[in-house]
């Protein structure tokens, strides 16, 4: 199975964003800054799609290849987040997320993200679970004695026995990456990683592959994509 996150800065049909993604083969694509009707334009090359957000602007949206299907759960209470059950070859429960609290609301990213995580236990009731997209969160962004922050999100999952893939696989710390999502500005001094991919530890070793793909692709965003490719689980004898 292979997951890829890009958030794609907008312009995904009219920049052939979309062809640029579907050549990575993804199984399941989590996409922000994607308009509905860029979105929509998915389901011509084989893909089911869901997305949310305000008709006519950025949304986040989900892409699920031949094979796999996608059920929307009960509506977030945060705009940019989806749940979603997935079902095919492997069946899981999903938490796309796009951090990006609502232009209204005068709260934090980090807050949006880890509030409506923290309030929705039952989207973890169904096991296995993956939450996977932009968080806009790293400790390198944190506030100093500002809470919640990253580690109270990375926390807050581990309750529930989910861990970065990218971190379990390269055996780092939060806050340790050597590759990086997002350059703001596409600045190579304002790097940072603030995309990620969380699974059930246990599924250690199943990852085969999580990386940051190249920086050839900050010509067609301010993110890189995270991709992770998992082995097949195990079938019970």
Same mark, same amino acid.
């Given at each position: 199975m292979r997951l890829i996150v890009w958030n794609c800065q907008g312009g995904f049909k009219s920049k052939k964003k979309f062809t640029d993604l579907q050549n990575e083969n993804p199984d399941i /694509?989590?996409?922000?800054?994607?308009? #509905?009707? =860029? /979105?929509?334009?998915?389901?011509?090359?084989?893909?089911?799609?869901k997305w949310v957000g305000d008709s006519g602007i950025k949304g986040l949206a989900l892409f699920a290849a031949k094979g796999w299907h996608l059920e929307a759960m009960a509506t977030s209470n945060a705009k940019w987040i989806l749940p $979603?059950?997935?079902?095919?070859?492997?069946?899981?429960?999903?938490? /796309?997320?796009?951090?990006?609290? =609502?232009p209204k609301s005068k709260i934090?990213?980090?807050?949006?993200?880890?509030?409506?995580? #923290?309030?929705r236990t039952e989207w973890f009731t169904n096991t296995p679970v993956i939450v996977a997209g932009d968080f806009n969160s790293n400790p390198k962004l944190d506030r100093?004695? $500002?809470?919640?922050?990253?580690? %109270?999100i990375v926390s807050?999952?581990?309750?529930?026995?989910?861990?970065s893939a990218y971190h379990l696989r390269h055996s780092l710390q939060h806050g =340790?990456?050597? !590759?990086?999502?997002?350059?703001?500005?596409?600045? !190579?001094? %304002?790097?940072?990683?603030?995309?990620?991919?969380? $699974?059930? %530890?246990?599924?250690?070793?199943?990852? /085969?592959? &999580? %990386? &940051?793909?190249?920086?050839?692709?900050?010509?067609?965003?301010?993110?890189?994509?995270?991709?992770? !490719?998992?082995?097949?689980?195990?079938?019970?004898v």
């Open positions: /694509a989590i996409v922000p800054e994607c308009l #509905k009707a =860029d /979105a929509l334009e998915m389901r011509a090359l084989g893909f089911e799609v $979603v059950k997935v079902t095919g070859p492997e069946n899981f429960t999903l938490i /796309a997320v796009w951090s990006c609290p =609502d934090s990213y980090v807050s949006m993200l880890h509030d409506e995580l #923290k309030s100093e004695g $500002v809470t919640p922050n990253h580690g %109270s807050l999952l581990g309750e529930h026995d989910l861990e =340790d990456e050597t !590759q990086k999502t997002f350059l703001m500005g596409r600045k !190579q001094e %304002s790097k940072h990683h603030i995309d990620f991919i969380f $699974v059930p %530890s246990g599924w250690k070793d199943r990852i /085969a592959d &999580v %990386s &940051v793909l190249p920086e050839t692709w900050l010509g067609r965003s301010d993110h890189c994509p995270l991709m992770l !490719q998992l082995n097949c689980a195990e079938t019970p």
